[in-house]
Nanobody, 124 residues
Framework: QVQTVESGGGLVQAGGSLRLSCTASGRTFSSYAMGWSRQAPGRERELISSINWSGSSIYYTDSVKGRFTISRDNAKNTVYLQMNSLKPEDTAVYYC?????????????????WGQGTQVTVSS
């Protein structure tokens, strides 16, 4: 089972950028799809992006397309989320997790064992 630790969150002004990192345990990291989700206060968790094992297939939810970029470095067991043009509505706790899939899952339920998350706060 892959366990994850997220980092890189913080407070940023609207229009700014942040880069989140997610380091995963386990020697089989490259066998898993990885995903980022977020949960804002009072709202359900949503899957915002996922990437297949090789990085060749990527999914983004509509609200982050063109602003966020997911990538992975299998040698470092790490997946990244570059977030540009941040908006106040991006404020949430961001989580990452692995999915036992060779594809690029776009459904939250495919992912297992979300990490503790990292807070992203975007001020207006």
């Amino acid at each position: 089972q892959v366990q994850t630790v997220e980092s890189g969150g913080g407070l940023v002004q609207a229009g700014g950028s942040l880069r989140l990192s997610c380091t995963a345990s386990g020697r089989t990291f490259s066998s898993y799809a990885m995903g980022w989700s977020r949960q804002a206060p009072g709202r359900e968790r949503e899957l915002i992006s996922s990437i297949n094992w090789s990085g060749s297939s990527i999914y983004y939810t509509d609200s982050v397309k063109g602003r966020f970029t997911i990538s992975r470095d299998n040698a470092k067991n790490t997946v990244y989320l570059q977030m540009n043009s941040l908006k106040p509505e991006d404020t949430a706790v961001y989580y990452c997790a692995a999915a036992p899939s060779m594809g690029v899952p776009n459904v939250l339920s495919f992912f297992r064992s979300w990490g503790q998350g990292t807070q992203v706060t975007v001020s207006s």
